[in-house]
T-cell receptor, first 114, second 114 residues
């Protein structure tokens, strides 16, 4: 079975500073990787995903993540955060064909301070 | 992107009663939907996989007689929490697959059992 570890449960960061959210996974087979964002009392929104091809994937709002197979990681980064980026971020994996059930990490709460 | 609507967003019920939560894919057909449970400040835990026209597949430890799932059409899955107790209070989230590559999430339902 696969598992996902998000090393930081909470990350405080000042506005306009960079942020990195770490995600490591374990799986004996190939995986597909996702980052989701959750605002308070809301469902999850997909930020970005890696299915195949280029290992660096980007979202439309400035986030990017790099798939590193040798280190089994999929860290999320943003060079300059905004107050509106305050949210919970979840890393998730699925095995086999993309779209199978997701296994989530524990989540990282990002608190952007002015 | 595709839209998944979950209803109600909040519900308070008395202990011993049953509550039904609906998950609808508004602009696509979803042969597979997933139901997750999220405790405060924790990650999402998959409860069951719902396939249209067949019985749901429950994860280990989830009581199928307590959490009844019905996927009667390609756009609707329902989760009924039967004989609810305070420990069933939680945030329930559904997701629906488009094709085989991406899951879209509903906005979640906060259930409080008093």
């Amino acid at each position: 079975a696969q598992s996902v570890t998000q090393l930081d449960s909470q990350v405080p960061v000042f506005e306009e500073a960079p942020v990195e959210l770490r995600c490591n996974y374990s799986s004996s087979v190939s995986v597909y990787l996702f980052w989701y964002v959750q605002y308070p009392n809301q469902g999850l929104q997909l930020l970005l995903k890696y299915l195949s091809g280029s290992t660096l994937v980007k979202s439309i709002n400035g986030f990017e993540a790099e798939f590193n197979k040798s280190q089994t990681s999929f860290h999320l980064r943003k060079p300059s955060v905004h107050i509106s980026d305050t949210a919970e971020y979840f890393c998730a994996v699925t095995i086999g064909a993309a779209g199978n059930k997701l296994t989530f990490g524990g989540g990282t709460r990002v608190l952007v301070k002015p | 992107g595709a839209v998944v609507s979950q209803h109600p967003s909040r519900v308070i019920c008395k202990s011993g009663t049953s509550v039904k939560i609906e998950c609808r894919s508004l602009d696509f057909q979803a042969t597979t939907m997933f139901w997750y449970r999220q405790f405060p400040k924790q990650s999402l835990m998959l409860m069951a996989t719902s396939n249209e026209g067949s019985k749901a597949t429950y994860e280990q430890g989830v009581e199928k007689d307590k959490f009844l799932i019905n996927h009667a059409s390609l756009t609707l899955s329902t989760l009924t929490v039967t004989s609810a107790h305070p420990e069933d209070s939680s945030f329930y989230i559904c997701s629906a697959l488009t094709g085989n590559t991406e899951a879209f999430f509903g906005q979640g339902t906060r259930l409080t059992v008093v």
